[in-house]
């Protein structure tokens, strides 16, 4: 054997053994399935079943022309080469009313099976041919409609935020409200006219209002000369009146309150003891430190036992820096110090406190005196406030407080605490009248947000709220 070609002989044996074994196994499976369709049909046969149109009937069937009755069908040449799956079929048109048209075209459209010995005919009955039906009518495919955006509602009202203001402070002055306002209101309640007893009457609630008595002399006289007989008689006209005065009273031309004409920002904090003076100290820092400025507190009551303490505890709180002395030491030597640090390391604010002192005490107010001279060598223009701290549950002694402070004092504002605890609250109209002092805070609770900047509007508003009612 030549030896350049590929295939040894035992490999060709191989090779032949395997092609006859593929060809074998074909002509085998043929014969095989050949002989089961043969049986199958022996069967149907047998059976009498008739047999199931192939494939290329129902084209022919589909495609065969319409008959007349007794014509039998023919096999048709050639086949279309359209497919019938997707070939139209041939809408039904009557030839004339009363023809078997439709019948026909029906008849032709179903599958036809091989032709085979004709049945005997059996006698039918004549029936009236069908009405012809008309062409089905072809209705398209709904596009989609375009979205239809839904009108969406109206946005809030951003809520004023005097409205918060009075829903913040309406609680505190609940007391307040239910005394001498709840009494005016009892007094113009169910009356569609006044009489003149009942200015009498009046009188005697505003005189017992801690509002002081020539504060309510003034709004009698002004409630006799500047409304008429006929506003007299009118109940509401005389509420609204006094409502009106009440914010006028406390509004009071005072420049806006800020805590940056100057660098640092010296607030002295003075009043009585028990007045409030550290706690009201310890809430303005964690305010001011909450608006991002360095505080620091000088703690300069140095009498009272634990006041330091007391201030630390509010300065570790809300993130303040402290500057303290030794207990007995010189209050005005302390403060001193804690402007002279705040200048060199540039903080924003030194809230100043002091002790608490009877106004009654010559010489404690002139230490005070001292105190304010020697803010003035600390820092130029120092102190910027002096704060008279009040507490209101003190009634009309308030007033005479508040005098003797700003005889000694050169008073540029007003801190009125614990409004939420006592009915005495309309001693701010009689300080705000008399001393023509303005009002800066008001503290309406024991939370830091209870201390509160003052509004007049808003103040008047929650103190009249519901008195009328």
Avoid at 148 to 170: F, M, N, Q
Avoid at 308 to 331: F, H, M, S, Y
């Amino acid at each position: 054997m030549d030896p350049s070609f590929p295939l040894n002989p035992n490999e060709i044996i191989e090779l032949l053994v395997g092609v006859g074994g593929v060809t074998l196994t074909g002509v085998v499976g043929f014969l095989a399935v050949r002989r089961a369709r043969r049986r199958r049909q022996q069967q149907i046969e047998d059976s009498g079943e008739a047999p199931r149109p192939a494939v290329e009937d129902l084209e022919e069937a589909e495609a065969a022309p319409a008959l007349e009755p007794g014509e039998e069908p023919t096999r048709q040449p050639a086949r279309d080469p359209v497919p019938a799956a997707v070939r139209p079929r041939p809408m039904p048109v009557p030839d004339s009313p009363g023809t078997g048209g439709q019948a026909a075209t029906a008849s032709a459209a179903r599958p036809q099976p091989r032709p085979g010995p004709a049945p005997a005919p059996s006698p039918m009955p004549d029936r009236p041919a069908p009405e012809p039906r008309a062409p089905a009518q072809v209705i398209p495919f709904p596009t989609p409609a375009a979205p239809v955006e839904k009108p969406r509602a109206p946005a809030p009202a951003a809520r004023p935020e005097k409205r918060k203001d009075v829903a913040a402070l309406a609680p505190g002055l609940a007391r307040t409200r239910s005394g001498w306002i709840s009494r005016l209101g009892e007094v113009f309640a169910g009356r569609k006219e006044l009489d003149p007893s009942v200015v009498d009457e009046i009188e005697k609630v505003l005189l017992t209002a801690d509002i002081g008595v020539r504060t309510s002399q003034k709004l009698l006289e002004e409630i006799r000369s500047s409304l008429n007989r006929k506003d007299l008689r009118d109940p509401s006209a005389v509420w609204a009146f006094l409502r009106e005065r009440s914010a006028q009273i406390l509004t009071l031309d005072a420049a806006p309150l800020t805590f940056d004409s100057a660098k640092p920002f010296v607030l002295l904090v003075i009043g009585v003891n028990g007045s409030g003076k550290t706690t009201t100290i310890g809430k303005l820092a964690a305010q001011l430190v909450g608006d991002g400025k360095k505080v620091l507190l000088a703690a300069g009551d140095t009498f009272r036992a634990a006041a330091t303490e007391q201030l630390e505890i509010w300065a570790n709180r809300v993130g303040a820096t402290l500057v303290r002395g030794k207990e007995g030491a010189d209050p005005s030597s302390v403060i001193f110090e804690g402007v002279k640090r705040a200048t060199a390391e540039g903080f924003d604010v030194v809230i100043a406190d002091t002790a608490g002192r009877l106004h009654t005490k010559i010489d404690l107010m002139e230490e005070l005196q001292k105190v304010r001279r020697v803010l003035g060598k600390a820092g130029p223009g120092a102190p910027h406030e002096t704060w008279l701290v009040i507490d209101s549950t003190s009634g009309q002694n308030a007033i005479a407080q508040a005098q003797i402070f700003t005889q000694a004092m050169a008073v540029s504002g007003i801190v009125l605490t614990k409004l939420d605890g006592t009915a005495k609250g309309g001693v701010i109209l009689g300080i705000a009248d008399q001393l023509q002092i303005p009002v800066r805070y008001i503290g309406i609770g024991e939370r830091v947000e209870d201390l509160r900047e003052f509004d007049p509007s808003a103040f008047v508003e929650a103190l009249y709220d519901g008195g009328a009612a």
